[in-house]
T-cell receptor, first 115, second 111 residues
């Protein structure tokens, strides 16, 4: 069963703690993305990676970090420096092959609550 | 940077009425994608438009890409309760891998 998995679905943390959200895909996609979704703000890009061991900042990277050590995995760490970490986090992947549609496949998301 | 504006942000329609959401980019796009997110769910890809003036249909859904490749629309004919959700456009600029999402249009269908 191919797709993207994110775990856990709900995550609760105390302020000041770092937390890592997992994202795994078995679609053999080169590109992976992390988005943050807040009510009324759509999807905002945090980080993206087009290839293993390489990633770029998106529009709202401050307070976040990522790694891409394996093609299948793109974990996101929400650090204590992120001022408003409570949000719905979505991971996505897409093919980078010439002629591919480049459509993004999304995981089910992780809803992070920091108190 | 690239901006993608989407209107309206919310739309309530009676079941059977038509619905349209519009997307405008500040820059020329290489392509535009449309996604649907059901309440409590994640975005799901609907379609991609690449050519200037392109029109594509999926049953009751009609997607258009403007001649200047800076705007797009999604029109739903005779809405049904299954159409409820938020519809996002996402524009790609040049050869960049990332896309910029619009804010989304949340559609409510009143039975």
């Amino acid at each position: 069963d191919g797709g993207i998995t994110q775990s856990p679905k709900y995550l609760f943390r105390k302020e000041g703690q770092n937390v890592t959200l997992s994202c795994e895909q078995n679609l053999n996609h080169d590109a992976m993305y992390w988005y943050r979704q807040d009510p009324g703000q759509g999807l905002r890009l945090i980080y993206y990676s087009q290839i293993v061991n390489d990633f770029q900042k998106g529009d709202i990277a401050e307070g976040y970090s990522v790694s891409r050590e394996k093609k299948e995995s793109f974990p996101l760490t929400v650090t204590s420096a992120q001022k408003n970490p409570t949000a719905f986090y979505l991971c996505a992947s897409s093919s980078t092959s010439t002629g591919a549609g480049y459509e993004q496949y999304f995981g089910p998301g992780t809803r992070l609550t920091v108190t | 940077g690239q901006q993608v504006m989407q209107i309206p942000q919310y739309q309530h329609v009676q079941e059977g009425e038509d619905f349209t959401t519009y997307c405008n980019s500040s820059t020329t796009l290489s392509n535009i994608q449309w996604y649907k997110q059901r309440p409590g769910g994640h975005p799901v890809f609907l379609i991609q438009l690449v050519k200037s003036g392109e029109v594509k249909k999926q049953k009751r859904l009609t997607f258009q890409f403007g001649e200047a490749k800076k705007n797009s629309s999604l029109h739903i004919t005779a809405t049904q309760t299954t159409d409820v959700g938020t519809y996002f456009c996402a524009g790609r600029q040049g050869g960049y891998q990332k896309v910029t999402f619009g804010i989304g249009t949340k559609l409510q269908v009143i039975p």
